[in-house]
C-alpha cells in the first residue's frame, strides 16, 4: 500500500507547476482515447431554517458521473492546427426506482466538447496566464433532459457547477495517501489526496466551497474519489459583511466505480 500511495503522489507530482496545481474540476490528466470511468454517490441539499419549527429542510438525491474519450481530431486552435480530443461528460441525478436510477425529464445532463489535448494538463495557469477554470472549447455540444441537442455556443467549458462542483482552487494543500474501499476501479489501492478552499462573495451573497479529492495514476482522467461541500449565506445589501447568514448547505460525494476502455458517445451533431 505504501509503494502504490507513493507512485500516486509522484503522478499527481508531475502534473504541478511551481505555483501549485489544480484540478480542471474533473479532468487531470488524458487517458487513451476510449477510456471512461463511471462515479457514483450522492448529492444532499439543506435548506437552513432556524425559524422553523420542522428544523432544516433535508433532500437527498443519487448521482452518477460518467467522462468519456471519445475521439480524436486535430481542429484549429489560437492560428494553429493541434492534435485535440472529444471529452463527454454525462451527469445523472435521481431517485432510485425498480429500474435503476430514475433521472425523470430534467435530471440528465451531457456535454461533449472538443479540447485541445494541451489544455487538459493539471497546472494552475496555462502558458498564456489564461485560469483552467476555463477549458477552451473548439467546438462542442449539449444535451439538458429531454431536450434536443444543442451547439455549445461558447468557447470555454465550465465543469462547475453543473457538471461538478469542484471548483478553481487557487492553492490545494496536499495530503498522505490513503486506501479507501468505496473506490471500485482494479488497481487503486491508495490515491493522493488534495483539499481545497474557495469564497466567492457579492454585496448580498456569499458561497465557501471547500474540494477533497484523490487523484490516482489508475483511474481514467486522473480522479478516484472526490467530496464538496458549499455554503451560500446572503444579507441584505446595506448590512456589513458580519451579518451573512448561511441559507443553504450542499454536499456532493463520488468515487469512482467503474471504467473501461470501449467509450462510445451518446449524442451526436445536430442536423444542419
Known sequence: MRRTAI???AFVASLLCARGAEAQGILWSLPEDGSWVRFEGTLQQTEIRPEAAEG???IQWLRHVTVKSVGKENAEFNGETVPCRWIEIKVVTG???EKGLDAGPVGTRIVKAL???SRISGKTLYGDNIPVAFIPVVKGYRK????????IESNVLNIYPLLS??????KLEAGEGEE???????GVTAAAKFTGQMTVESPTTRTENTGEFWASENVPFGLAKWKVKEVRSGKDRAQSREDFKPMSE???EMSAQASGKDAQSEIEAPAQ
Open 7 to 9: 507512485l500516486s503522489l
Open 56 to 58: 432544516n429542510l433535508v
Open 115 to 117: 479540447i485541445p489535448e
Open 180 to 186: 479507501d474501499p468505496m473506490v471500485k476501479i482494479p
Open 250 to 252: 450542499v454536499t456532493v
Open 95 to 97: 431517485k432510485e426506482s
Open 165 to 170: 462542483p469542484l471548483m478553481y482552487y487557487r
Open 144 to 151: 439538458l433532459g429531454e431536450q434536443p441537442v444543442q451547439p
